[in-house]
């Protein structure tokens, strides 16, 4: 169990230190190997990674199951990428917490002026063609079965990062990496972006649903920015600029739900078009936050769950008079209300915590969760009319011709 969770926080690990290089790296897990990086433009991994973590810190072996095994996962992923024979090879790197002896093939294959593929090679060449062990037979076998050519091409390839950290090693590893410094929240910065990360893994490991297929430097890097400004208060940038609406923009909204949901409870044209600004300009600061990766997706999740919690106060505080019988007019003035006092609640709450936002962004947002109502299911949609899922649905349904 170590092992699966040494290899989700070693690809952070790893993650992170190439974004300061190159924050469009993305990282990918399972799919041809344990951890994979890719940068920008490409299809194919620039790296393919084993991680092996062994709570003994003792010496690697040379015919033990770590390399082989590795090696045939490399053979493996080399085919599919059609590599072995031509083409740009990746990089090959086992990351392990054992050490690699001086004078074994494992040594020679390190990083630094003592690497030698020649002698890694020739001998990697005697230990395959062994009898012994048995466990590791069928690895061996694959490469032997490669041509010289392609043995090289693939030993010339591989790295080998031994003595790397052990799992309990990694949190202080991760922090410098980071750029998180000893002080009052270092451990709640670190607590949260691990949080974010499991996550994350989550995602890339979900081989059913695959709603993600890499994550990116540059999200980690906002994450990281996102996470330490709430602890130190910064705002998030406001380039939008409110102006009234012209007649055009006000007409082009006319048949969304989110101008129906305001005259279901008997709001005038002047009253929709000051929430129409709201709207409009919310919307728009949200996408350049999201664009320029000032917030992530997650963090604006967050942010929306907080102001759904605030409409379902006010509307179930609102609504739990109205009956069956309560006229139509009253039920109007029930959503009037619902909606008030949900606009001055969201107004005062921050798009992160900790921060102040203007208050057109929350109640602009709030305007968003209205419009989404229109999707049936969708679990954080709101409304203001007491009724406002029943006539979502009547307005969704087909209407006879």
């Known amino acids: 169990m170590t092992g699966y969770l040494y290899q989700c926080e070693l690809a952070l690990l790893e993650l992170a230190q190439r974004s300061w290089d190159d924050i469009t790296v993305e990282v990918r897990m399972e799919v041809l190997d344990d951890i994979e990086f890719l940068y920008e433009d490409t299809h194919d991994p620039h790296e393919l990674l084993q991680s092996k973590h062994r709570e003994n810190a003792g010496r690697l072996s040379e015919t033990g199951?770590?390399?082989w095994r590795s090696v045939a996962s490399w053979i493996d992923a080399l085919t599919v990428l059609g590599r072995l024979s031509v083409g740009t090879m990746p990089l090959l790197r086992m990351v392990t917490t054992q050490v690699a002896a001086e004078g074994t093939f494992l040594?020679?294959?390190?990083?630094g002026s003592e690497r030698s593929?020649?002698?890694a090679l020739a001998r990697m060449e005697q230990v395959a063609q062994a009898d012994e062990p048995g466990t590791t037979a069928k690895d061996r076998q694959k490469f032997t079965g490669l041509t010289p050519a392609q043995r090289y091409r693939l030993v010339d390839a591989i790295e080998i990062a031994d003595a790397s950290p052990l799992m309990s090693d990694l949190d202080s590893s991760l922090a410098r990496t980071l750029g998180i410094r000893p002080g009052q929240?270092?451990?709640a910065v670190l607590d949260d972006i691990k949080g974010w990360w499991?996550?994350?893994?989550?995602e890339l490991l979900d081989r059913k649903k695959r709603t993600r297929a890499s994550v990116t430097g540059q999200e980690l890097q906002c994450r990281l920015e996102e996470i330490t400004d709430r602890y130190a208060g910064k705002n998030l940038p406001i380039t939008e600029t409110l102006r009234r609406l012209t007649v055009a923009e006000i007409d082009a909204y006319k048949s969304e739900l989110v101008v129906t949901q305001m005259q279901w409870i008997g709001l005038k044209d002047r009253t929709i078009a000051t929430h129409l600004r709201d709207y409009?300009?919310?919307?728009?600061q949200r996408s350049e936050w999201l664009r320029t990766f000032k917030?992530?997706?997650?963090?604006?999740?967050?942010?929306?769950?907080?102001?759904?919690?605030e409409w379902d106060h006010a509307f179930t505080r609102h609504t739990d008079d109205v009956e069956e019988d309560t006229p139509a007019a009253e039920r109007r003035a029930a959503g009037k209300r619902v909606l008030d006092e949900t606009m001055d609640k969201v107004a005062d709450?921050?798009?992160r915590p900790g921060s102040t936002t203007e208050g057109w962004v929350g109640r602009g947002t709030m305007h968003s969760l209205a419009d989404r109502a229109r999707t049936a299911g969708a679990e954080d949609a709101v409304g203001w009319h007491p009724d406002y899922p029943d006539l979502c649905q009547s307005r969704n349904e087909p209407r006879d011709q």
């Open 65 to 67: 199951k770590d390399f």
């Open 107 to 111: 040594y020679q294959l390190r990083r």
């Open 117 to 119: 593929v020649a002698d």
């Open 185 to 187: 929240h270092a451990r």
């Open 198 to 202: 499991y996550g994350m893994a989550v």
């Open 280 to 284: 409009h300009y919310a919307r728009a």
């Open 295 to 309: 917030i992530t997706e997650e963090g604006l999740e967050d942010y929306e769950r907080l102001l759904w919690d």
């Open 349 to 351: 709450k921050p798009a």
